[in-house]
């Protein structure tokens, strides 16, 4: 496959800048020298995304293009910015030119506001007007479409997981226990193993917590104490009559390389993930997303660094992932993240301000899209300062910048092709040549309903074995952090 095809619906007609390495060379006699310096250091000879044209003294200067590489996409990213700066529009950018590129995207859409991917934006003055600053050759087109949702409730395909697919962290963190609920669900899921029991569903697992003559008293084979177990079915009682319970458990209706998928012209297939009513219960739509990333992990085999990612995970509204997570929790995300990128997997956090992401995890996000904050309070002016901090050295006042972006502006620094940071580049953004909005319900029945997974061709081969359960994922990325489950 082309990295830039040239016709059919896969076409690159978002870029107006036929060779980015040239670009710079060619403005150097129009730009000032400072933001030529800055322009160099975003030309890339390989594949990339084109994310908008640089900025600077408040002039778009549209020769000067800011790319982010394909190759730099497993070095993972951030997308940040205060509540209406752009960011969600900047999400659907990446996963757009991601899919003309031939990479497929998995999407979580926690607002319901993305789904419009699927159909082809509208030539608005906001839009052509954008184009026209930025030097982008627009075109309406939308994206090669896939709708999942979690449990029953949503209008794609249902994805569920079983309780031994979950293991014991995920589903500590689902239904709210603390470090005693843990280590009770480790030895449960011990016992299960030693003993070959599928824990499929909430039933399962009560049925072993409940039976006195496995695991119901201190000297039982399980080793679970009454009063542990006791408090653990209370909260599986209490999880239950939640509106978004019922239908999570059972056999997945979905396996790793139903996300990998190609369209016949090479497209990558954009999956877009909606949470349902869990949207309202963060712990359980966060554990189910980490399970899924589990199931990733596990079923693709190593491939080191490479010039085009398997796939990317574009995680919005991503503060509920770390919010109240427990530390063995956030270890264990920590590791998938610093783990997952041999796989060939690209993650992009998005969230209001770096903060709300781990220091752990934020230092290996290499891609940075930073909209602009509010330093209206002493705090706001601290975060300010610590997200000035975490850029590279740059030509510009950051602090000044930051709070003075417009809509659909960022800051940009990326990893370059050989992994050094770009220099920070004010960027205002492309437009989408997607819908921007939400579709109608009942164009949203129309594309879900041909959802439906079908004989794939993954990027990049196989998908290892990813079908069927996966107690093997929650043992190696989710059950060994505090919980003792064995290996």
């Known amino acids: 496959m082309n990295d830039r095809p040239a016709s059919g619906p896969g076409a690159r007609h978002l870029s107006a800048v036929p060779d980015p390495v040239a670009v710079p ?25 084109d994310l908008g044209a640089l900025m600077w003294e408040g002039r778009c200067l549209p020769d000067a293009q800011v790319l982010l590489p394909l190759s730099s996409l497993t070095r993972h990213g951030l997308v940040a910015g205060a509540t209406g700066t752009g960011r969600t529009r900047t999400l659907q ?43 982008q050759r627009w075109t309406g087109a939308g994206r090669p479409t896939a709708f999942y949702g979690l449990g029953a409730d949503g209008a794609g395909v249902p994805v569920r997981a079983t309780v031994t697919g979950l293991g014991p962290l995920l589903l500590a963190r689902l239904l709210g226990l603390d470090a005693v609920g843990e280590e009770t669900l480790a030895r449960v899921f011990r016992y299960a193993d ?65 996300f990998l998928r190609l369209t016949a012209d090479g497209q990558g297939l954009v999956s877009v993930l909606e949470p349902g009513s869990a949207r309202d219960h963060p712990p359980l739509w966060t554990a189910f997303l980490m399970w899924l990333l589990a199931g990733l992990y ?34 264990a995300v920590t590791r998938t993240v610093r783990l997952i990128r041999s796989k060939g997997v690209g993650i992009f956090f998005v969230t209001r301000a770096p903060q709300d992401v781990p220091a752990d995890v934020l230092g290996q996000l290499g891609n940075r899209v930073q909209h602009a904050l ?23 006042d950051l602090g000044e910048l930051l709070t003075g972006l417009g809509t659909g ?18 960027v205002r953004l492309r437009a989408p040549g997607s819908r921007m909005g939400p579709l109608d319900p009942a164009a949203l029945r129309a594309h879900a309903e041909r959802s439906a997974p079908a004989p794939a061709r993954p990027r990049g081969g196989g998908a290892g074995n990813g079908n069927g359960t996966r107690a093997g994922i929650t043992r190696s990325l989710f059950g060994t952090a505090t919980t003792g489950h064995r290996n």
């Open 194 to 258: 030693a003993e070959g029991l599928e824990l499929v569903g909430l039933d399962d697992l009560r049925a072993v917590l409940t039976d006195t003559g496995t695991v119901g008293g201190p000297g039982g084979p399980g080793g679970v104490p009454s009063g542990a177990a006791g408090a653990v079915l209370r909260a599986v009682s209490a999880f239950e009559a939640r509106e978004a319970a019922g239908a999570l458990f059972g056999a997945p209706a979905c396996a790793p390389a139903d």
């Open 93 to 135: 950018l990446l996963a757009e030119q991601l899919s003309a590129q031939g990479v497929p995207v998995l999407l979580t859409d926690v607002r319901g506001d993305l789904s419009g991917i699927a159909e082809p934006g509208e030539a608005g003055t906001g839009v052509t007007g954008r184009a026209t600053e930025v030097g």
């Open 374 to 396: 509010r330093a209206f309070s002493a705090e706001d002016r601290e975060a300010l300062r610590a997200t000035v901090r975490d850029f590279p050295e740059s030509a510009y």
């Open 298 to 331: 596990e079923a693709l085999p190593v491939v080191g660094d490479v010039g085009r990612p398997r796939l990317v995970l574009l995680v919005d509204e991503a503060e509920p992932l770390f919010s109240g997570a427990s530390p063995a929790f956030l270890e």
């Open 25 to 49: 060379e060619r403005a150097a006699g129009a730009l000032p020298r400072p933001a030529f310096e800055i322009a160099a250091g975003h030309a890339f000879a390989g594949p990339a995304l």
């Open 409 to 426: 502006e960022a800051v940009v620094t990326v990893c370059g092709e050989h992994g050094a940071p770009t220099p920070p580049a004010a």
